[in-house]
């Protein structure tokens, strides 16, 4: 069974970087089209950026494009989300997803979530 750990949320001045890191037990990374999706209190959750299994083709969601970047490191079978030019919009609890047969931006596509990590960003 594979499990996803989150870390690397904190609080953070507006304007400020976090990195975000999914460690992936019980799979090989490699294997898996991966997402970041957040949840802002009382909204739904909504995906942020997906990394394809193979290439490492990325998709972004468009309020993030240029700010964030989705990478992997496969030997340490890890996600990362770097977060650049944080606003306070982009406060949030933060998952990472994981898909056998998938990556893009649909929810319900993704078998596997992690805990979450919060993310603030004050003004």
């Known amino acids: 069974q594979v499990q996803l750990v989150e870390s690397g949320g904190g609080l953070v001045q507006a304007g400020g970087s976090l990195r975000l890191s999914c460690g992936v037990s019980g799979g090989t990374l490699s294997s898996y089209g991966m997402g970041w999706f957040r949840q802002a209190p009382g909204q739904e959750r909504d995906f942020v950026a997906a990394?394809?299994?193979?290439?490492?083709?990325?998709h972004y969601e468009d309020s993030v494009k240029g700010r964030f970047a989705i990478s992997k490191d496969e030997p340490k079978n890890t996600l990362y989300l770097e977060m650049n030019s944080l606003k306070p919009e982009d406060t949030a609890v933060y998952y990472c997803?994981?898909?056998?047969?998938?990556?893009?931006?649909?929810?319900?596509?993704?078998?596997?979530w992690g805990q979450g990590t919060q993310v603030t960003v004050s003004s």
């Open positions: 997803a994981a898909s056998r047969n998938y990556w893009g931006d649909a929810i319900h596509a993704y078998e596997h």
């Open positions: 990394i394809s299994w193979i290439g490492g083709s990325t």
